[in-house]
Every structure is written in structure tokens, then in C-alpha cells.
């Protein structure tokens, strides 16, 4: 029931958004149905804690312990968000832009956005997708500044370039499926369990296919291109869902059917994982050594977080499976934090431009505060999550005896630390050069800022036990062997 | 291709097939978007037909319902939805700017056709259904050539058209190799298709109030410069 109602509430709102007598309460609405998914999203992470399945409609809307956990991601994300658009969207809401519009998009991508990891159908997966894919293109463009929609053109080409490739790749699993005999019905479970009598070759043509599509939607090199334009050009509330879950969503079905492909034991698939993630990582490390826009910054990160998870399931080993997931929950958390810093300095010093911001802790201590907090944080400096993970992962990666991957990976992570905190030194200290007219921050900001930083912080140092037992059942569905 | 025990449908879905590459030809081949718009209903028709070829020789009611819904969402409302979004300037024009010239854009679709029989060849061969012989390899080309023109395309329209003949050429190979999808499967994917169509055309429409263009594709403000290392 309560699995059903995830996905129904944001729907529901989002109508709601859109009758003109309501229009007027578009925040609080969006506020409320945010707030009301995030308890159910954790009610059903702790049932399936319990039962391990969650059922909504029987063999449409299931969840499992990896779906559960994205779920609860995406909802959590999504609640924070709501609560930052509203002091931000107010601030800088001009002529044509209607706030209601804004908010019935973003109750649409919330819907998107929880329906993927619940859906058991491959197929309707592939609509859920896209559906995230042109909700996200409107709020990119929202702003309708010429680079708004320069941003928003440029993603939606890029992006749904991939659409039929991959939907040719969800065909191709189909027929993989269906001359493996059939029988059982085809959901991701089922798919798993027939796994192993499916002709590894066209398992294989169909990863790939997918692999590319999706790729493109979680901004893995080479068709990450659109990433940072989006993420420069969004409001940023917007931005911290783009980039904490929108871009990990797409990663969670190549995720799954990655899971599928692994069943078969003919279809090796693992290095081609390594290598391409290992691309990603590096074209990220080196891109973000030359960023000029702090917002930018944040985005190449992103770009090199996938490629670090697409890595960690290359290497398919139980352990580095469990530092994937806990990288795509400590990515989730903490870039969303990003985000929302990046949208305070934004709204307190409207320059996007990191040479132009100086000595920001005597500007806004708050900000200034916030910032160091979260770039730490986000590069993956102890005793934040990230580190956590990402120690988990390199670790694993020797275990499995992929010592060169391990090594490239680890020199790479290291630029990419010295790169964004190099950068965000240059904002944070010194004296401040020119006079900025300093705005005082809205109330909902400050608030989202705090919420966001507190499991941050939390998560650092002490993992609760239900959370890490998550991770652990998520981690089982990936069907990664050995140590 | 077509052996002596080819039924009249089969026969006839090879034609179809043959057609479809054409189009996909055709609408690399056409300067005036008007012309590429028509190409990709005429596309549509084609896979429609292919679809209710192989629904009647096969007997298979999915096949026919999938070449309804593909008419109802290919032929007719992505059209209409089209003419309702976008003004008529967009399709008087004529394309002159395209990043390669048309002999040359034709030899390359030429070289994708080839590629895509080449890759899917071992596959479909293995395979005994003349059914995916055929439509496996035409489909992966169509989807090759949409690619291609959407990145050698500049103007709004004839680039929107790219993905949705890339999307025609994957149902092309899709009714060989997955015709048997839940029904609410391929409802969702025409919805998705019809969405894309909605959303680019909003999108394009207020490219060209505010930027003043329809030729979304030459945008090119951002991009990442060199550090200036002060």
C-alpha cells in the first residue's frame, strides 16, 4: 500500500499544482506531498528489512532491498529540495518564469524519478527513464535566460539520442528473454533467474545497447557533456536532484541488468565496466582542475562519482559491490548538499564565476562554513562518507586483484580532492576584493542547508544498523562473486 | 532474399523493409524541413504496414494492435502535436547550413547501412526466422542514420525528426525480435515518444521567441574555456 501511494502522491500533487484555484499554494502542496513520500519511502526500506519484498501491485510495482534504497534516496532528495525551493525559486523568479509551473514539473520528476526503482517491468523502466529525462529538460530550461535554454536543448539531444538506443537494447533482452523459453514473467527478478540460460551474446548486445543510452543519462564519458550546462543553468534546487539522484537512477537499472548479464557466466562484461568508469573518473579529474564556475565544479564531480561506481560494479566482488551503494547514497546526500551551498552563495553574491568570489567566510560565515563542509565532504576527505566508500571500493578492487584499476582509480580520485579544494580555497579565504551587496538568505535555505549537512556529518562517523543492513541486501542484488 | 516458400505478407514485409531505408535515406537527403517531416509519416506508414503484414500472416493480434497504436501516435499525432506547437516559419525553411554536405551525408548513411548489416549479420544468421534476417539489420541501420542526421542537422525540426526516426528504426527491429511485449509496455513507450515530440517542440518554440532562431542546433555559449591562471 504504502509502496503504491510513493508513487502515486507526487502525481497527485502535481495536478493538484496545476488547477488554477491552487496554483497560489504550489510550494506548500509540493512541500507536503515531498514530506509525506519520505516517511513511506523509509516505512518501505524497513519492510523490506523485515520481509525483503515489498509488493504493490504484484508483479508491476515491487521494491527489493536495491530499489528500496534508491527510493528512499530519491525521496529523501527530493523532500530537501522542496523545502530550498521555496526561499530560492521566490528570490529569483522573474517576468515569464510562473512558480506554479516550476512546481508542477518538479512534482512530475519526483514521479518519474520513484517510479524506476519500483518498476519490476524492464520495459516500462525504459518509459520511466525518459519520463525523467523530459521533465528534467523543462526544469533545466525553466529560467528561459539564452544559456537556460542553450543548457536544455543541448541536454535534451544528447540525452534522448540515447532513447532508442537503448530501448533497441530492452528489445534485444526481450528476445534474449523469450528464446531462453519464456515461463517465468518478465520482471528484473525473473530475468535473474533465467540469467544463466540466456544466449550470452545477445545479453551481451543488449548491455551494451542499454549501457550506452543510460550512460548518457547518468553522464558518463564521453555524452557528459550536458552535464555541467545543465548543472551550471538549473535553479539549484533543481540541480542538487539532477545531480544527487537523476544521474545515479539511469545508473541503477544499467545496475540491474548488469546483475542479469553477471548470471550468465559466458557474458563477461566486468573490464569493459572498469575501463569505461575509469574514463569517466579521469576526464572528471582533469576537467576539474580548469573549471571556472563553482556550479560546474560540482557537476564534473558528479561525472567522476559514476564513473567511480560504474568502476567499483566492474569489479564485481561482494565487497565492491557494498562500496557502490554506499557510494551512490553518500553521492546522493552529499552532492545535494552542494547544490544547495552553491545555490546560497549564488543567491547571496549572484556571480557564478569562482574567480570572482573571494574571502567568503567574512562575506557570509554561514555559506563560507557550509561550503568547506561540503567540498571536504564531496572530494572524500576522513571522516566524511564518501571517504568511507570510497576506501571500501579500493580496497575491494585489490582483494579482486585488479591492482592497475586500483591504482589509476585511486591517483585520479586524489587530483580530483587537490582540484576541488584547490578551487574552493580561492572562494573561502582571503579578503574579500570587490564590495559585494550581500543578501540575507532565505529562512527555507538556511533550513534545507542544515537538514542536508546533518546526515552528512552522521553518516561520517557512525552508520546506523538498519542502513547498513540495507546497503548490504542491496549490495547481495548485484550478483557480484567472491570476497 | 526472398526463397520460393516466401508467403505474399513476407514478401511484402520485405518490400516495407526495403522502403524504410529508403526513407531513412530520403529524409538525410532533404533540405526542406517540410520534406523531412513528411518522409518520417511516410516512415511511419511503412512500419505500420510492416506491422499488419506480419499481424495477418502470423495471425497475431499484437502485432495488429501495435501497428494501430503506431499509426495513431506516429502518423497522426506527432503531426498534429507538431503543427499545434511550432509556427509555420519553422518548416519554410530551408537548410542550407548542415555540417556536411548532402552527397557526402548520403555516402556516409550508405557506409551505416553497411555497418549495421555487417554488426547484426552472425546474430540474425544464426537465427532460422527471415522475420529478424531482415528487419534486425534495416532497423539497427535506421537507427545508425538517425543518429547520424541528428548530429549533422542544424535546424530544430529535422533533428527532433533524427530521434524519432531512430525510434522508428528500433520498433523496426523490435517487431522481428520482441513482438510480444505487455501491450501496457508498448502504450508507455508510444506515450514516451509522443512526450519527447511535446517537450522539444515547447523547448524549440522558446528557443526561437528568445534567441530569435530556429537553428537550436548551432547554440554554442557554453562550453568549458581555459583557466585563465591569473
Known amino acids: 500500500m504504502a509502496l503504491t501511494a510513493v508513487v502515486a502522491i507526487p502525481l497527485v500533487a502535481a495536478l493538484l499544482c496545476w488547477l488554477a484555484p491552487l496554483r497560489k499554494f504550489a510550494w506548500v502542496i509540493t512541500l507536503i506531498s515531498t514530506w509525506t513520500v519520505l516517511p513511506l519511502a523509509v516505512l518501505v526500506s524497513a519492510e523490506v528489512l523485515s520481509k525483503g519484498r515489498v509488493i504493490g501491485l504484484p508483479g508491476w ?36 518564469s510562473r512558480l506554479w509551473w516550476f512546481y508542477c514539473n518538479y512534482n512530475l520528476f519526483a514521479f518519474a524519478l ?78 535473474r533467474m533465467l540469467g544463466p540460460s540466456m544466449d550470452p551474446n545477445l545479453l551481451k548486445l543488449s548491455f551494451l545497447l542499454v549501457f550506452v543510452g543510460f550512460g548518457a543519462k ?43 548479464v553477471l548470471a550468465s557466466p559466458a557474458a563477461r ?14 576526464i572528471a579529474a582533469f576537467l576539474l582542475l580548469q573549471v571556472r564556475d563553482y556550479k560546474r565544479m560540482f557537476a564534473y564531480s558528479t561525472v567522476e562519482h559514476m564513473g567511480i561506481i560504474l568502476t567499483a560494479a566492474g569489479f564485481a566482488t561482494r565487497g565492491s559491490d557494498f562500496g557502490a551503494v ?103 579565504f582571503g579578503k574579500p576584493t570587490i564590495p559585494y551587496s550581500v543578501e540575507s538568505l532565505p529562512v527555507s535555505c538556511r533550513l534545507a542547508v542544515i537538514l542536508a549537512a546533518a546526515p552528512v556529518v552522521l553518516l561520517g562517523v557512525y552508520i546506523p544498523v538498519p542502513v547498513h543492513n540495507l546497503l548490504q541486501l542491496a549490495a547481495q542484488q548485484l550478483g557480484g562473486h567472491g570476497p | 532474399m526472398a526463397d520460393p516458400q516466401t508467403s505474399i505478407p513476407e514478401a511484402l514485409n520485405t518490400l516495407c523493409a526495403g522502403l524504410v531505408l529508403i526513407s531513412a535515406f530520403a529524409m538525410v537527403a532533404t533540405r526542406q524541413v517540410q520534406g523531412v517531416v513528411r518522409f518520417f509519416v511516410i516512415q511511419s506508414l511503412l512500419l505500420s504496414a510492416s506491422c499488419f503484414l506480419l499481424g495477418y500472416s502470423r495471425n497475431s493480434r499484437h502485432l495488429w494492435t501495435l501497428g494501430a497504436i503506431t499509426v495513431a501516435a506516429k502518423v497522426i499525432a506527432i503531426p498534429w502535436i507538431l503543427r499545434r506547437l511550432l ?24 557506409f551505416l547501412a553497411i555497418l549495421a548489416e555487417f554488426l547484426v549479420g552472425p546474430v540474425a544468421a544464426a537465427n532460422t526466422d527471415p522475420l529478424i534476417r531482415i528487419n534486425l539489420p534495416i532497423g539497427l541501420a535506421g537507427v545508425l542514420i538517425g543518429a547520424y542526421s541528428l548530429i549533422a542537422r542544424r535546424e530544430a525540426i529535422p533533428q527532433l525528426v533524427g530521434i524519432l526516426a531512430m ?64
Open chain 1, 326 to 428: 554506499s557510494q551512490m547514497l553518500n553521492h546522493a546526500i552529499t552532492k545535494s548538499l552542494c547544490f544547495y551551498v552553491a545555490g546560497i552563495i549564488l543567491l547571496a553574491l549572484s556571480t557564478r564565476e569562482i574567480n570572482s568570489v573571494h574571502g567568503l567566510f567574512r562575506v557570509s560565515p554561514f555559506a563560507g562554513s557550509a561550503l568547506v563542509l561540503c567540498s571536504l565532504a564531496i572530494a572524500g576527505a576522513p571522516p566524511f562518507p564518501i571517504f568511507l566508500s570510497e576506501y571500501a571500493i579500493l580496497s575491494a578492487g585489490v582483494r579482486a586483484e585488479q591492482h592497475a584499476a586500483v591504482a589509476i582509480l585511486a591517483v585520479l580520485i586524489v587530483i580530483a580532492f587537490v582540484a576541488i579544494l584547490w578551487h574552493v580555497n580561492r572562494m573561502v
Open chain 1, 61 to 96: 510495482i515491487e521494491a527489493d532491498a536495491f530499489g528500496a534504497l534508491v527510493l528512499t534516496l530519491v525521496s529523501f532528495v527530493a523532500a530537501l529540495a522542496s523545502v530550498f525551493a521555496g526561499g530560492y525559486m521566490r528570490r529569483r523568479e522573474h517576468e515569464h
Open chain 1, 269 to 282: 562484461v566486468g573490464n569493459w565496466m572498469i575501463v569505461l568508469g575509469l574514463i569517466s573518473v579521469g
Open chain 1, 218 to 260: 547518468s553522464g558518463l564519458a564521453p555524452v557528459h557533456t550536458w552535464l555541467p550546462d545543465a548543472h551550471s543553468q538549473a535553479p539549484s534546487p533543481v540541480c542538487a536532484v539532477l545531480s544527487g539522484v537523476k544521474t545515479t537512477v539511469p545508473l541503477y537499472a544499467i545496475l540491474r541488468l548488469l546483475s542479469i
Open chain 2, 87 to 110: 509556427p509555420g516559419e519553422f518548416y519554410e525553411r530551408r537548410e542550407i547550413s548542415q555540417a556536411v554536405n548532402i552527397p557526402a551525408s548520403l555516402l556516409i548513411s550508405l
Open chain 2, 167 to 230: 525510434e522508428n528504426g528500433a520498433f523496426f527491429a523490435g517487431i522481428a525480435i520482441a513482438n510480444e511485449l505487455p501491450l501496457i509496455a508498448e502504450l508507455g513507450v508510444a506515450l514516451g515518444v509522443m512526450l519527447i515530440v511535446v517537450v522539444i517542440g515547447l523547448l524549440s518554440r522558446n528557443i526561437r521567441l528568445k534567441l530569435g532562431t530556429t537553428e537550436a542546433g548551432t547554440l554554442s555559449e557554453l562550453k568549458e574555456e581555459a583557466t585563465s591562471w591569473r
Open chain 1, 114 to 191: 520513484l517510479s524506476v526503482p519500483v518498476l519490476t517491468e524492464p520495459n516500462l523502466v525504459w518509459v520511466g527513464v525518459e519520463l525523467i529525462t523530459l521533465f528534467a529538460v523543462l526544469l533545466v530550461g525553466f529560467e528561459k535566460t539564452n544559456g537556460a535554454l542553450e543548457a536544455a536543448w543541448k541536454y535534451a539531444i544528447l540525452t534522448m539520442m540515447g532513447a532508442p538506443i537503448s530501448l533497441l537494447g530492452f528489445f534485444a533482452l526481450f528476445w534474449a528473454y523469450r528464446s531462453a523459453g519464456g515461463g517465468i514473467p518478465e520482471t528484473w527478478e525473473g530475468l
